[in-house]
RNA sequence: GGGUCUGUAGCUUAGUCAGGUAGAGCGUCCGGCUCUUAACCGGAAGGCCGCGGGUUCGAACCCCGUCAGACCCGCCA
């Protein structure tokens, strides 16, 4: 059973209708990273559905979040905002300086990432949590948060081991210069409380507005029990013993309502390069991902993975099996013949990891092939710039029948953006030689240099058509009696420095007449 | 220091929650397609299931220990 449908299953046992939500703070450019928060979410909520339930699926913005330091790719003006909440502060321009007659900051990243989500088919109700501050539906919280402070911090204390300062409070107000760095808070008469900020002003703060919020730990609790929710996968950080998971299950109750079961799920990470991290720039933007790769493959590449292992994602090689595996399963799925149970249990598995990868659910996967592997694709991507030339040869492969459907047209797009992109991988390049290397010369037996040599005398007066090139070089090779094979090695060595490849008449025609001869004449001279 | 997760073929992994002869894909090798698209088709090799113990008629799976890796116990998906 695939781990969504088994979760589902799970819930359905507590609840009958489910809000399974989802949160991520926008301080900075979103990565694929968070795509696994949001599709881990977004496919349990599928999943739910799927077994005729009702489920509601919310992505929380954690827009009243402080900007908690001036990341690298903000100017040096945001120093006077760390504190501020990231709804209540400019975007950053290109160049990191903040631009006063724009969005705010939480919306400027938030757009590019819910138009990437809407790419992969998810649609979340989308809360903004300064949103519910400001219209008040955490005041009874906050309440009672206050009311139960001390409890509260024992929890965390006990729970995280980590010691609160002196005077800690499950609310931090928003000082008089729009920050909540520093303020202290002295005192609490519903609904209102006291505080003086660094600046040494009195003032007081609203609990029904969004005039301050309570720190992490509480506003999570908090969050689970103002919307409902059944379900919220959580990042491993916050899942670790001590983390904002087990503090937030006892504060929920405290709170007075009843927590979400822990589920927890691992990072995916840049293949070779650690964790993702909007500071270093170790990154891959949902919206760049998208450009490359289809997104029913990013989302396959999500619901394959059990929650629990981390996913290395790799533009490289490993995508053209992740895609070529998505095509094999479509288009060859495991049959029901066998019924012991642990071949079962796997074709359940992987039969769930499909249909989860829809961009729109319940689309028969069938529809969203190509019926070409990646691999097949970079390649005639590569050899001919003509989209058309690409569907003639695929039709005379006979991976195609006719005209080339939507799905096959998006795929080369995207193959040619990725081709022309720093993230494809150099093995799967084909490279034109300049010259040949003495170590390939040496594999070049006499017969074949002749070969080559009358192909060149050849090659100088035929019409520059495939078919032409394809014909003298069979005609020929039957003329001074080579082996055909021997034949096309020497012309692979020769013009790839491999000694296969694809049909190498296509190469020669793509790259033109003068180009060909001029590779042959610089090597056999 | 305390804790969580992960460890199965060269690689990616299924199977672990409900113990019953270890499955798959990629890669590799061999062969076919009357011979060149890196396409397509067929076959083969390849596993003390990290290691050691225990429970059991029977363990990849349950229990104890141990090793390795990732992560958490300020902030992070």
Redesign the pocket.
């Known amino acids: 059973?695939h781990w969504a449908d088994?979760t589902a299953m799970r819930l359905s046992e507590k609840y009958d209708s489910q809000v399974i939500a989802s949160?991520?703070?926008p301080?900075g450019e979103f990565?694929i990273?968070?795509l696994?928060?949001i599709l881990t979410a977004e496919m349990i909520h599928r999943a739910c559905l799927d077994s005729g339930k009702k489920s509601e699926y919310i992505f929380i913005v954690?827009s009243m979040?402080p900007l908690?330091r001036v990341y690298d790719f903000l100017s040096d003006d945001y120093e006077k905002y760390i504190g501020f909440p990231l709804a209540n502060i400019p975007a950053p321009n290109p160049d990191g300086t903040p631009n006063y007659n724009g969005e705010n900051y939480a919306i400027h990243f938030l757009k590019p990432f819910l138009d990437a989500l809407k790419q992969i088919g998810v649609i979340p109700k989308v809360v903004m949590n300064h949103e519910t501050y400001e219209n008040g539906d955490f005041a009874e919280k906050i309440d009672l948060a206050i009311i139960n402070r001390e409890e509260i911090c024992e929890v965390i204390e006990k729970i995280?081991?980590?010691e609160l300062p002196e005077g800690w409070y499950p609310y931090n107000p928003v000082g008089s210069d729009g920050s909540m760095d520093g303020v202290i808070v002295t005192g609490y008469e519903k609904p209102y409380v006291y505080w003086t900020d660094r600046k040494g002003i009195n003032g007081k703060s609203d609990i029904r507005k969004a005039e301050g919020k309570m720190p992490?730990?509480v506003d999570w609790a908090a969050k689970w029990g103002v919307h409902g929710i059944t379900c919220e996968p959580?990042?491993?950080?916050?899942?670790?013993?001590?983390?904002?998971f087990d503090t937030g299950i006892p504060i929920c109750r405290i709170l007075g309502s009843e927590p979400p079961g822990k589920m927890?799920?691992?990072?995916?990470?840049l293949k070779g390069s650690?964790?993702?991290?909007?500071s270093t720039g170790n990154t891959i933007g949902p919206i760049e991902a998208l450009g490359l790769v289809p997104p029913e493959i990013l989302r396959y590449v999500i619901a394959r993975?059990?929650i629990?292992?981390?996913?290395?994602f790799d533009t490289g090689p490993?995508l053209f099996?992740m895609a070529?595996?998505y095509e094999?399963l479509v288009s060859n799925p495991p049959d029901d013949k066998d019924l012991?149970?642990?071949?079962k249990?796997?074709r359940d598995?992987?039969l769930g990891a499909l249909r989860l990868s829809q961009v729109k659910r319940g689309d028969n996967p069938s529809l969203s092939t190509a019926g070409?592997?990646f691999?097949?694709l970079a390649?005639?991507a590569q050899i001919k710039s003509d989209d058309d030339d690409i569907w003639r040869?695929?039709n005379?492969?006979q991976?195609l029948d006719g005209k080339p459907n939507q799905v096959l047209i998006n795929r080369l797009s995207r193959m040619r953006n990725w081709i022309d992109s720093r993230h494809f991988p150099e093995e799967?390049r084909?490279k034109i030689q300049d010259i040949i290397t003495k170590e390939n010369k040496k594999k070049i037996s006499s017969k074949q240099e002749e070969f080559l040599n009358q192909l060149f005398t050849k090659l100088e007066k035929i019409e520059w058509t495939e078919k032409e090139i394809?014909e003298n070089i069979?005609s020929l090779s039957s003329e001074i009696d080579i082996n055909?094979?021997?034949?096309?090695?020497a012309l692979?060595i020769l013009i790839?420095g491999?000694e296969?490849?694809?049909?190498?008449?296509?190469i020669m025609n793509e790259i033109g007449r003068e180009e060909t001869l001029k590779i042959m004449s610089k090597s056999f001279q």
């Open positions: 059973m088994y949160g991520i703070t301080s990565h990273g968070h696994r928060e954690d979040d908690r995280s081991g980590r992490w730990r959580a990042g491993k950080d916050h899942g670790a013993a001590g983390g904002s927890v799920y691992e990072w995916i990470q650690g964790p993702m991290s909007s993975t059990k629990k292992k981390h996913i290395d490993s099996e070529d595996e094999r012991s149970k642990k071949k249990v796997a598995t992987a070409v592997s691999r097949h390649m005639l040869s695929l005379k492969s991976h799967a084909i394809s069979t055909r094979r021997e034949a096309y090695v692979y790839l491999t296969y490849g694809p049909r190498i008449a296509s």
